[in-house]
């Protein structure tokens, strides 16, 4: 059974074939997914989410995109959801230096306050970075995130870069772009990591893996990951679906 990590069903492009394409997750041997909020409307439809089906879970927090628009009530709005018993994790948050939205103080502060949030309601993060890793690990090191570990979330760093996270209790987790024929690091990642420290994704609706590139993505096709950590690694897709899909449920606290 294969645990996809990260997906945003609370996205509109879902609104219309929801069902449609959670039965196309069960049907390719998806047994959970991480619903990933990161703003108000997609917090709120998070939520509602992990109430209708048991199979879902959420993690709840602020994107670094949008951290200029995160208030104090938004704050505690996101420690007051950590205690439901289906938010598994805090985030996604982190540093996005690709757009100029939030000047960077601002998504510093707001992810060292989320980062804060996390040891104190003791959830496990989740990490967005794009074109900010070495600032990032900075952060998690200053503050001593290690205390919740959490997600490396679609990782495209280097093997170098992805050891220094797994010391700091971090999962590194690998979505679509490990499909594509010209990713180099994602694919020297898979080769070199353990699974014992790597998880699946998607991040759907984007980054769909090779052969929808470009189009809609969605959980089914987290299929298409594993299939090619399989291949990489030389092991049968079945111990890429075990293997990760226990070190989800060990990291969300999720009973086996
Ligand atoms: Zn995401």
């Known amino acids: 059974m294969l645990f996809d990590t990260h997906v945003h069903l609370n996205d509109s492009q879902y609104a219309e074939d929801l069902e449609v394409v ?22 709120t439809k998070a939520m509602e989410l992990v109430e209708t089906y048991e199979f879902l879970y959420a993690s709840v927090g602020w994107h670094p995109v949008d ?49 804060r949030l996390a040891k104190k309601v003791k959830l496990p993060i989740i990490i967005h970075n ?3 890793t070495q600032d990032i690990v900075d952060i998690l090191k200053e503050e001593d995130a290690k205390e919740v570990g959490g997600i490396m979330h679609c990782f495209s760093g280097s093997t170098e870069v992805a050891k220094e996270c797994i010391d700091m209790n971090f999962f590194i987790s690998l979505g679509g772009p490990v499909t594509f024929k010209n990713a180099k690091k994602p694919k020297e990642v898979a080769s ?46 079945e111990e890429v679906a075990k293997i990760t899909n226990r070190n989800a449920k060990r990291l969300f606290g999720i009973d086996c």
């Open 192 to 237: 070199e990591i353990p699974l014992s420290h790597l998880l699946i994704e998607t991040d759907c609706p984007y980054l769909a893996p090779h052969p929808y590139r470009g189009k809609r993505n969605e959980p089914a096709y987290v299929k298409l990951v594993a299939e090619q950590i399989a291949m990489i690694k030389g092991i049968p897709l």
């Open 130 to 132: 794009r074109e900010a």
């Open 67 to 115: 951290a200029i628009d995160m208030t104090e009530q938004d704050l505690a709005w996101i420690e007051q959801l950590a205690k439901h018993p289906k938010v598994v994790a805090l985030g996604e948050m982190g540093l996005d230096y690709h757009w100029d939205k939030s000047p960077k103080y601002i998504q510093k502060d707001v992810f060292r306050k989320q980062i």
């Open 22 to 43: 959670i039965q196309n997750a069960k049907e390719a041997g998806v047994s959970n997914m991480v619903v990933v909020g990161f703003d108000r409307p997609t917090i």
